[in-house]
């Protein structure tokens, strides 16, 4: 909080710390987040680097065998509602091979790029094989401690025991560790792979929280479906007699669904 260049009436409050002012899990990791960066960054490296066993004799191939691994995971996991679509290029590089690898597009969203995560482990135990490999060896690191982070997120209760938050802050760290060693490796080898961005750190904060309260519990989901469910029944109510009142009519329309769904 110290860093605050230019003081606001909310951060005066002596409420206003770094246990109610919290990162928020969803924006950190989900959306154009941390999971974007790492799921991106290990399909532009075996596109242009291939695996053990190879992908294909050509990049587009390559991408082609990394698009069907999606597709046979979400057939074997039928209860996963939110799935990536087909990757392009784009969907890879947005900004051209001159930018960093990231997850984006319109069909990209929160839930389903932290849902394809587990599709990594997939492509790593078929073509990153290669134990001689630094870069296969901590790309398979990285994969199990991003996914046992993405697990303790959300198998455990509200509130984390003791032990739940050291595993989550190992889990952390191995992420960070992790991903610095990827990104100086491709630094050298001069490709646009594993971004450090400032969700990287805000990322290592997240076991200190989690001693208070669980960040699945706090993150933007439910009020960005809120947000949602009420555009969706202001779109409804926008051309009618009630054109004037529309925002009161939108709540109240939306107060009404929720006692009769809830039997309040």
């Not at 909080?1 to 969803?26: A, E, G």
């Not at 053990?52 to 390559?62: I, K, M, N, V, W």
């Not at 509602?81 to 690898?101: F, I, N, T, W």
């Not at 993405?150 to 938050?165: C, K, M, P, S, W």
């Amino acid at each position: 909080m110290s860093r605050i260049v230019k003081p606001h009436p909310l951060t005066i409050s002596k409420y206003f710390n770094r246990f109610t002012c919290r990162n928020d899990l969803m924006h950190c990791m989900d959306h154009k987040g941390v999971y974007g960066t790492i799921f991106a960054s290990v399909a532009v490296f075996l596109i242009h680097n291939d695996g053990e066993p190879s992908l294909g004799a050509t990049q587009q191939d390559r991408l082609d065998t990394i698009n069907h691994r999606p597709s046979a995971f979400y057939n074997a996991n039928r209860g996963i509602s939110s799935r990536l679509d087909v990757l392009e290029m784009k969907s890879l590089l947005p900004a051209g091979p001159a930018e960093y690898a990231h997850l984006s597009g319109p069909k990209v969203k929160a839930a389903n790029t932290r849902q394809a995560m587990p599709v990594l482990r997939e492509i790593a135990n078929r073509h990153l094989t290669d134990g001689a490999n630094v870069d296969h060896i901590a790309i398979n690191k990285l994969i199990t401690h991003t996914l046992e982070f993405l697990r303790l997120a959300y198998v455990t209760g509200r509130f984390f025991t003791a032990e739940e938050v050291a595993a989550f802050d190992k889990a952390t760290r191995g992420i960070g560790k992790y991903m610095q060693l990827l990104r100086s490796r491709a630094k050298e080898a001069k490709q646009m792979l594993w971004h450090i961005t400032p969700k990287c750190h805000f990322l290592q904060h997240f076991p200190q929280e989690a001693r208070l309260i669980s960040p699945r519990a706090v993150q933007c989901y439910i009020e960005e479906s809120y947000i949602g469910k009420i555009a969706q029944v202001w779109a409804s109510s926008k051309n009618g007699p009630y054109r004037d009142v529309i925002q009161h009519l939108a709540l109240l329309k939306y107060l009404v669904w929720l006692t009769i769904e809830l039997d309040l």
